[in-house]
């Protein structure tokens, strides 16, 4: 699979290019937006896009500093045509790289329900118990980096 997954900078065209799929992907199907303060909160964060051989792009994360040594994947999209095809892993994978190469060594995550199955494909565990975010049920997820 041709998929290109690299960092992209805030406030950038390619920034806004993953608001725009992240909404439609996550936000639009429940009928929730972004407010303004939510994405000024972003711009020091890590923001990770793959892109196909195009340049389009297809997926999108998020990492945000937690605690000492603890990092939170946020946002994962993946746009729904390249849905079951891989692209989702390969970009977990690449954040779990780039999250150790940044010296964290805990990655943790609010899972959707419907995505609890995926993460633990991927050595994630649920800890505690189920909760509502954003309208839906989560889990929360972590893993140990570089096992």
């Known amino acids: 699979m041709n998929i290109l997954i690299h960092t ?21 199907p429940l009928g929730l937006n972004y407010t303004p303060e939510q994405l000024a909160e972003e711009y020091d964060q890590v923001h990770l896009a793959g892109f196909d051989r195009k340049g389009a792009m297809v997926a999108y994360l998020n990492l945000t500093p937690a605690s000492e040594g603890v990092v939170k994947m946020r946002q994962v999209a993946v746009a729904p045509a390249w849905h079951g095809k891989g692209v989702g892993s390969m970009l977990v994978a690449e954040s779990e790289k780039t999250a150790l190469s940044l010296g964290f060594s805990i990655m ?12 633990e494909r991927l050595g994630y565990s649920r800890v505690g118990e189920r909760f509502e975010e954003v309208t839906i049920p989560h ?5 140990t980096l570089g096992r």
Not at 8 to 28: H, M, N, Q, S, W
Not at 139 to 143: I, N, P, T, V
């Open 8 to 28: 992209i900078d805030f406030g950038t065209p390619e920034y806004d290019e993953a608001v725009r799929l992240r909404f439609d992907v996550l936000r639009a």
């Open 108 to 119: 943790t995550l609010h899972a959707r329900e419907t995505a609890v199955s995926f993460y």
């Open 139 to 143: 889990f929360k997820m972590e893993k």
